[in-house]
């Protein structure tokens, strides 16, 4: 086929006309501009070598490497009781407790309803009654719009329909403050986030319904932004801040390392977003540890990082103890879930086998391990296994160090699931485990 535009002129002559029009338009070449001296350095500007307060260059002689062959470590039986917490019969499963003290506890259920123990009894203080739109999620004001939270349009209403009023099913999580009772759910509207919805206790014993203010997006490095995705902590009067990558908008858009508002180096997989997420620890300004859910781990002094191959493909928490050096709980691989300890200063460590340990819950002076079918202790000196006598959703310690431990009786079946996206529902379940009982 033709060319529509003419020839095609050959590419030598093509480039010639091209050097000609340059030089037709540039005219004469200038003279090579005259050296400038360098300028003086300020002597209040940071040198870009130097250590942040408390630690230094990443010498072979500081920071040395983790050792990478952990010693077995050694677990032993938990002699504690479990206490049961008589609940109302056919109460569903408990997701959640938190507590001012040991006579002032509140329970979440999965149907909603919400129990206060006094330190004597029960008591069913109610559910919640919120309602969201069925496009986005977004609190509906029944006061304003009583139609649509009657009970006529709740029926007929159905998700990705005309707008109309959900009722808020998905309550997950209580939090418990001097002065409120909240709990809290995330609605799921099929988007790329989740609408937060909060309810709070009145004094009066109702509950309000509020939007909550902080949701799944993360104003990360890429906006700059303050929101629920930044991790703060405060070492030595030294201010850490790591932001991650916008979730919704730039998932890739970067993480972020400010120490006392100064940006710090982080490794190229961190920086560039390519890593499973990212945590900060710190034994000091100058023994930072970084760590993301893949189950990598960094140790720096924020001008350089040096890797240890923590031999988890998943990592749930990294955190670090004063007294008994650094803990990672994480995972070999599916249902091979591992505890590691490090003394960075002596270069040695041990491995703990923990199956079934997904979560962490400090205590004090030591720390518990909990998942749905496990439970361990570490007092500071051994690391014990219970054998829970429940499932176990969530736990709670209270000051006293008590431990809470909720969740369900699978040998109770409330309802048996009737598709095969559903669950069956099992009983609920409260135990309480003495803090002061040893072995």
């Known amino acids: 086929m033709a060319n529509p535009f003419g020839p095609t002129?050959?590419?030598?002559?093509?480039?010639s006309s091209l050097l000609v029009a340059l030089f037709a338009c540039s005219g004469s070449p200038r003279p090579a501009p005259a050296e400038r001296p360098a300028p003086k350095p300020d002597p209040k500007a940071e040198a870009p070598s130097a250590a942040l307060k408390g630690g230094s260059l990443l010498d072979d002689d500081e920071l040395p490497a983790l050792p990478l062959d952990l010693s077995a470590g050694v677990i032993s039986a938990f002699a504690g009781r479990f206490e049961p917490v008589v609940l109302p019969p056919k109460t569903p499963t408990i997701v959640d407790a938190a507590g001012r003290d040991e006579r002032d506890v509140w329970m979440l259920a999965a149907d909603g309803r919400v129990f206060r123990w006094d330190g004597a009894r029960l008591a069913d203080r109610g559910a919640p009654r919120c309602f969201t739109?069925?496009?986005?999620?977004?609190?509906?004001?029944?006061?304003?719009?009583?139609?649509?939270c009657s009970k006529q349009a709740v029926e007929r209403c159905q998700p990705f329909g005309p707008s109309c009023a959900l009722p808020v099913t998905t309550w997950s999580s209580i939090r418990v403050t001097p002065d409120d009772v909240i709990v809290r759910a995330f609605v799921e509207t099929g988007g790329m986030r989740a609408s937060m919805v909060e309810s709070r206790l009145g004094k009066k014993g109702r509950w309000s319904c509020e939007q909550g203010s902080e949701d799944l997006v993360y104003p990360g490095s890429a906006g700059r932004g303050d929101g629920p995705g930044a991790r703060e902590l405060t070492v030595d009067g030294a201010s850490l801040r790591l932001e991650g990558p916008a979730v919704l908008v730039n998932r890739y858009g970067g993480t972020l390392l400010l120490i006392d508002g100064r940006r710090v180096p982080l490794p190229e997989d961190v920086h560039q977003g390519y890593s499973a997420g990212a945590e900060i620890a710190a034994r000091s300004p100058g023994d930072l540890w970084l760590w993301t859910y893949d189950g990598f781990v960094w140790r720096g002094n924020g001008l350089a990082w040096t890797p240890w191959p923590s031999g988890l493909t998943s990592m749930n928490e990294l955190w670090v103890d004063p007294n008994d050096g650094v803990w990672a709980l994480g995972a070999v691989e599916e249902n091979q879930e591992e505890l590691l300890r490090w003394d960075p200063d002596k270069g040695s460590g041990q491995r703990f086998e923990t199956p079934g340990a997904t979560s962490v819950r400090s205590d004090g002076r030591g720390f518990w391990l909990w998942g749905l079918k496990a439970l361990y202790h570490w007092d500071g000196a051994a690391l014990r296994r219970a054998a829970p006598p429940l499932a176990i959703k969530n736990v709670w310690r209270g000051p006293s160090g008590e431990l809470w431990a909720v969740g369900s009786d699978r040998s109770v079946v409330l309802r048996k699931a009737t598709d095969s996206d559903e669950e069956d529902e099992y009983a609920g379940a409260v135990f309480r485990v003495s803090g002061g009982q040893k072995p």
């Open 9 to 15: 002129p050959p590419a030598r002559a093509l480039a």
């Open 133 to 148: 739109d069925s496009c986005c999620g977004t609190l509906v004001d029944c006061a304003k719009q009583p139609a649509m």
